[in-house]
C-alpha cells in the first residue's frame, strides 16, 4: 500500500522569485497537509549529503552549489498516495516538458533551477523527512 508523506523543498530559485506563496497555495489546493515546515539555508555539505544519491552524475556539483546558494523551504506534507501525487502535481524534472499547470511548468526556470524538490518513494520520503526534521518539529 502507497504511504501517506512525501517531503518537498521550495528550492532557491522559487524562494528569491517571491513564489514561496503561489506554490503552497497549489500544495494545499490539492489536497496536501503541511505537517512540518521551516526555511533555512544548506550549506554546500548538508545539500551534497542530502543529493549524494547523484554524486556521480555530471551535473552534481551545479546541483550542490545551487541548492545551497539561498534559503529553501522544507515541508513534510501528508495525503492518501502523496509520493505520487506530489510528482504528478510538480511535474517533470525539466520545466519545459513538465504538464501545463504543474508547479514546475509554472515555476521552474529550467532542469536545474526547477523550483521544487518531491521525494521520489515513500522509503526516500522517510530519509529525507528525517533529515530536515526532529520529532519536535513534526506535527
Ligand atoms: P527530480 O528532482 O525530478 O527527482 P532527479 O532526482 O533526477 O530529478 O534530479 C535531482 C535534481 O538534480 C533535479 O531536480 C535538478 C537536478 N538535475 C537533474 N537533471 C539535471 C540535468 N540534466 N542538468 C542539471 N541539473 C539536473
Ligand atoms: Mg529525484
Known amino acids: 500500500m502507497a504511504g501517506n508523506k512525501t517531503f518537498t523543498m521550495i528550492k532557491p530559485d522559487a524562494v528569491e ?3 514561496i506563496g503561489a506554490i503552497l497555495a497549489k500544495i494545499n489546493e490539492a489536497g496536501f497537509r503541511i505537517t512540518a515546515m521551516k526555511m533555512m539555508q544548506l550549506s554546500a555539505k548538508k545539500a551534497g549529503e ?3 544519491v547523484h554524486k556521480e552524475r555530471p551535473f552534481y556539483g551545479e546541483l550542490v552549489a545551487f541548492m545551497s546558494s539561498g ?11 502523496a509520493v505520487e501525487d506530489f510528482r504528478t502535481l510538480i511535474g517533470a524534472t525539466d520545466p519545459a516538458k513538465a504538464a501545463p ?6 515555476y521552474a526556470r529550467n532542469v536545474g533551477e526547477n ?8 522509503e526516500n520520503a522517510a530519509i529525507e523527512g528525517a533529515f530536515f526534521f526532529s ?4 506535527f
Open 101 to 106: 499547470g504543474t508547479i514546475r511548468a509554472l
Open 50 to 52: 542530502f543529493y549524494a
Open 71 to 81: 534559503p529553501i523551504v522544507a515541508a513534510i506534507l501528508e495525503k492518501d498516495n
Open 115 to 122: 523550483a521544487v524538490h518531491g521525494s521520489d518513494s515513500d
Open 17 to 19: 522569485s517571491g513564489h
Open 135 to 138: 520529532g519536535l518539529e513534526r
